[in-house]
């Protein structure tokens, strides 16, 4: 199971957000985090944890390790506006948060 | 590129089969994912399939019910839906995943890196 923080959020441009997901048991490295804009397919942002997709910008940075997990977003722009969710990938069935949604002030 | 079609309005209890088609990579070095999302909630993993379609894993809430297949002749993914739920309701998503098989089982550690832009099934009588 896993625990994202918070549900939602509401930021200016230009500040730094964090949103935190949180394993019940340890997967090692294998988290990923996607992107998903209103009506819009989901887009992978960050795999193995901290790896950033390619394409995507280096304002998003993705770490930890074991059962916590954090998505940083180091200076909000107007396009970030989506629900964000984390997934693990270690064991069957495989499961995502509950998404955060990012709204700018 | 990933197209998914077949979505539909189904009666509970009814039948359904979703396709994906896939093109713009090879289709048979890579596993497949079935994604969904209900009206107004969040992600749902619902299956996945080695590259060579022997081994399949599902989620809980379509075990028994749900049937994951391709044809890397046809580079087309499948999804059959059998005794569907008012529940099952959602825009389902093909999704290539990044990662390996082994002997034993499949390992997609690294992602879902591309995405179609889903189907919509609506369970209702």
């Known amino acids: 199971q896993l625990t994202q923080s918070p549900s939602s959020l509401s930021a200016s441009v230009g500040d730094r957000v964090t949103i935190t997901c949180r394993a019940s048991q340890a997967i090692s490295n294998y988290l990923a985090w996607y992107q998903v804009k209103p009506g819009k397919a989901p887009n992978l942002l960050i795999f193995a944890a901290s790896t950033l997709q390619s394409g995507v910008p280096s304002r998003f940075r993705g770490s930890g390790s074991g059962t916590d997990f954090t998505l940083t977003i180091s200076s909000l722009q107007p396009e970030d506006l989506a629900t964000y969710y984390c997934q693990q990938l270690d064991r069957y069935p495989l499961t995502f948060g509950g998404g955060t949604k990012v709204e700018i002030k | 590129l990933l197209v998914e079609s077949g979505g539909a309005v189904v009666q509970p209890g009814g039948s359904l089969r979703l396709s994906c088609a896939a093109s713009?990579?090879?289709?048979?070095?890579?596993?497949m994912h079935w994604v969904r999302q209900g009206p107004g909630k969040g992600l749902e993993w619902v299956s996945l399939i080695s590259w060579d379609g022997t081994k399949t894993y599902y989620a809980d809430s379509v075990k028994g019910r749900f049937s994951i297949s391709r044809d890397n002749t046809r580079n087309s993914l499948s999804l059959q839906m059998n005794s569907l739920r008012t529940e099952d309701t959602a825009l389902y998503f093909c999704?290539?995943?990044?990662?390996?098989?082994?002997?034993?089982?499949?390992?997609?550690?690294?992602?879902?890196?591309?995405w179609g832009q889903g189907t919509t099934v609506t369970v209702s009588s």
């Open positions: 713009g990579f090879t289709f048979d070095d890579y596993m």
């Open positions: 999704a290539k995943a990044s990662g390996y098989c082994t002997g034993a089982s499949c390992y997609p550690y690294y992602g879902l890196d591309v």
